[in-house]
């Protein structure tokens, strides 16, 4: 719970108080969600009491969840605020980008 809050704490930091560009918000965001993630993964693996099926279960669902996201969605690019556009892969690799499903 400390790492979630010191995270939510943070973000809001980088976002409302300190005045840098946008660029620089969304950096500073993404950086502190994917560390807050690894620490609270390394929390539940190796300082909780959770039963080891169960700390198996959280590690198995985040590498599958992850695995599954990138088999998923591929970086076609960024913005101009650095905030990546996906591009979602169909199964037969037809590639389906988010201008393609605005023309639909």
């Known amino acids: 719970m400390v790492i979630f809050v010191v995270a939510v704490l943070t973000v809001f930091y980088?976002?409302?108080?300190?005045?840098?560009?946008q660029q620089w918000r969304n950096l500073?965001?993404?950086e502190i969600c994917v560390v807050?993630?690894?620490?609270?993964v390394l929390w539940a693996?190796?300082?909780s009491r959770l039963r080891?099926?169960?700390?198996?279960?959280?590690?198995?669902?985040?590498?599958?969840?992850?695995g599954m996201l990138s088999a998923m969605f591929e970086i076609h690019g960024v913005t101009g605020d650095l905030v990546p556009i996906l591009e979602g892969?169909?199964?037969?690799?037809?590639?389906?980008?988010?201008?393609?499903l605005r023309d639909v």
């Open 14 to 21: 980088f976002r409302v108080i300190r005045e840098d560009s």
């Open 52 to 66: 080891r099926r169960v700390l198996w279960l959280v590690f198995g669902g985040v590498v599958g969840l992850i």
């Open 28 to 30: 500073y965001t993404m």
């Open 45 to 47: 693996m190796f300082l």
């Open 89 to 100: 892969v169909s199964p037969g690799y037809c590639r389906i980008s988010s201008s393609t």
């Open 36 to 40: 807050a993630t690894i620490l609270l």
